[in-house]
């Protein structure tokens, strides 16, 4: 006997005669029995187990196909993870911000001279530290739908301030949005020389959302990183011989060059101060001398505008009466573009004068507070001291921090399934539909054809079995027009008449019809009974397991349905799970979302079978006994 699959290894272990199992050779069979079936489970289980492995990681960990990922039970890994997260998995950015040499995620580890002091000592400058100096962070490829937590809370924020009310947000930001789960923080680059946020009502919602974050969702912006940054690609790219030549010192590294308040070192080396200062240090990072630069503005505005104050005063949306009048500008109040910003980052550029140019960074203010409060100056590495700050957060947060991973990316799956559309409603239906549907028509006619002595029986049956041997896909084009036709797209009957009847349910059925005791029906022809009578009081109580079998693979059919459903339910609002779960991933959302949602997917046809196993598996057996 030729074994295909553990249904013949159940039906082999069923046939065997209780007489003589107690013999070696019976016992060696059960046991190499028992062995096939514990290793076609392991064939099972595992990649299931890989797949939930799989959807409770990010990009840092999505590639190891660990059934138990790393960070649950690895310090580093947790921080691998947090700053993945936090600096959105750009490995330019957490070098620079941490002053390392990183190349790939993977290669954050611990920092080896990290000490709680220096944790506690950024913590508490950074919580005085201006707003342009810092940037929010957390907000890892939201554009792609993957898991953020900044976005998580402003959208929670904004569903407050405008009590959840989508309309009056739409209204009051001038945009069209259909939930909040579409709306994302206005676009920041607080590096750039000339950037500034602009006044519109949803900048100043962010500013004020951003008030109500915790300081570990903050990134800080230096000068030093952008200052090599700029001698690196631009001033001498990539020749630190070059720089150390026209300097005169021996650096070994870009990223050993600090940027000074001041201009210092020799000519070349304070050219290159002034040029980054004034094209290239974001302008709020500046200070301005207003009694050394008001003169030189005055004069510069006269010369730019040819004299006309008209003109000035109406670019500038000013009533001055000379030029004289013209105020030093308050980059706090300057507009996010127009003419007087122009007019300002024209002025730093050419006109300013040197003496009356401080660069003001993030690494002159910690150099200063640590000067105040008597730390060590070795402490004086913003890139060191960012990393501890993060790095005790993470040994102090782990527990959060891990069970924030493990469900991240269910949650972003669930609220995506829930408020799009109608998915679960529509799935629900269908497979209930579907269930009735498969469960009233394959039965009668298979009764029909077991019952009644049909000389044409044989033909029907035979055209049933034919439609088993094409594929689904050959009839999805002539259903889609037969569908069309009638006026059926974009409805339930469109998803459930195509699939009311199924040749090999009904042949399966009126096989185990057949196999019934005739005296059963004899004995109810001779009480008068009606067939209908017949079938209710005696073919559906010995066919239950037989049913469940059907009922069970109308439902997995149903639930699983997504080429069809897609092609005759083209409405997003008839859209069912599997629909929408494939609009998921083919909007962008990585892997490991898409393998959170499968598992989900998976979730109720796994709940079906545990629940009804007893009786499929009297549905696989008792047909083979027939």
């Known amino acids: 006997m030729l074994l295909r699959s553990p249904r013949d290894i159940i039906v082999l272990m069923a046939l065997i005669p209780v007489v003589g199992r107690r013999s070696r050779k019976i016992k060696l069979l059960y046991a190499a029995l028992y062995l096939v079936l514990s290793l076609g489970a392991v064939t099972m289980i595992y990649p299931l187990l890989v797949m939930l492995g799989a959807s409770v990681t990010s990009q840092y960990d999505n590639q190891s196909y660990q059934i138990v990922p790393a960070y649950l039970s690895s310090d580093k890994a947790l921080l691998g993870k947090y700053v993945e997260d936090k600096f959105s998995a750009n490995v330019a950015t957490i070098n620079t911000t941490y002053g390392a040499n990183i190349a790939s995620l993977q290669d954050v580890k611990p920092p080896k001279a990290a000490d709680v002091r220096t944790a506690a000592d950024w913590n508490a400058f950074f919580a005085g530290v201006p707003s342009q100096y810092k940037l929010a962070g957390f907000a890892a490829g939201t554009a792609s739908y993957s898991p953020s937590a900044l976005l998580d809370r ?27 789960l579409a709306i994302f923080p206005p676009f ?27 300081l570990n969702f903050f990134i800080g912006i230096g000068g030093n990183s952008l200052y090599n940054h700029w001698l690196k690609e631009d001033a001498y790219p990539g020749k630190i011989d070059d720089l150390n030549k026209a300097w ?35 302008i709020r990072f500046l200070v301005v001398d207003s009694a050394m630069a008001l003169p030189a503005y005055c004069k510069f505005i006269q010369v730019r505008y040819k004299g006309d104050l008209a003109d000035y005063n109406k670019q500038h949306a000013s009533a001055l009466i000379s030029f004289e009048q013209v105020p030093l500008p308050n980059v706090s109040e300057l507009p996010s573009q127009g003419a007087p910003l122009l007019d300002w980052t024209d002025f730093l550029k050419f006109a300013a004068p040197l003496t009356a140019l401080r660069a003001d960074t993030l690494e002159t203010r910690y150099q200063s ?41 269910y949650k972003l799956v669930i609220n995506y399934i829930l408020l799009h559309g ?45 439609t088993m041997a094409f594929p689904a896909e050959v ?30 349910a009904i042949f399966l059925m009126k096989g185990f019809f057949d ?62 799970m599997m629909v929408w779960i494939y609009e998921l991933g083919s909007s962008g959302a990585p892997q490991y979302v898409t393998m959170a949602a499968l598992t989900l997917a998976a979730i109720p046809t796994l709940l079906i079978f545990i629940f009804a196993q007893n009786t499929i598996m009297k549905g696989i057996i008792v047909p083979s006994y027939k």
């Open 475 to 504: 009839t999805l084009i002539p259903n889609f027009l037969l569908l069309k036709d009638l006026n059926l797209l974009n409805t339930f009957w469109a998803l459930v008449l195509p699939a009311a009847a199924s040749g090999y």
């Open 369 to 409: 507070y640590l000067a105040a409060h008597g730390a060590p100056s070795a402490s004086a590495d913003i890139g060191a001291a960012i990393f501890a700050s993060d790095w005790e957060y993470v040994k102090s947060h782990p527990s959060e921090l891990r069970m924030d991973y493990l469900t991240r990316n």
């Open 188 to 214: 920041e680059q607080p590096g750039k020389h000339a950037w500034l946020p602009d006044s519109s009502l949803k900048s100043r919602d962010w500013a004020e959302f951003e008030k109500t974050l915790p």
């Open 515 to 576: 196999s019934l005791p005739r005296e059963l029906y004899e004995a109810g022809t001779l009480d008068g009974a009606t067939e209908m009578r017949m079938f209710a009081s005696i073919t559906l109580p010995l066919s239950r397991p037989i049913f469940a079998v059907i009922a069970l693979d109308a439902f997995r059919a149903a639930y699983s349905a997504f080429m069809f459903a897609l092609l005759v339910c083209q409405s997003p609002k008839m859209w069912t």
């Open 248 to 282: 005169g010192t021996t650096y070994k590294d870009f990223g050993e060059i600090a940027l000074a308040p001041l201009p210092e070192g020799n000519p070349a080396r304070r050219k290159d101060w002034e040029k980054f200062v004034r094209t290239k240090l974001p």
């Open 154 to 180: 402003y959208q929670a924020f904004l569903s407050r301030k405008f009590h959840g009310d989508i309309t009056a947000l739409d209204k009051a930001y001038t945009q069209e949005d259909n939930t909040f």
């Open 422 to 466: 109608n998915a679960v409603w529509n799935t629900i239906l269908f497979c209930a539909l579907s269930v009735i549907t498969a469960l009233i028509v394959n039965p009668l006619c298979a009764y029909a054809l077991s019952r009644f002595n049909l000389s044409y029986g044989n033909s029907i049956l035979l055209f049933l079995l034919t």
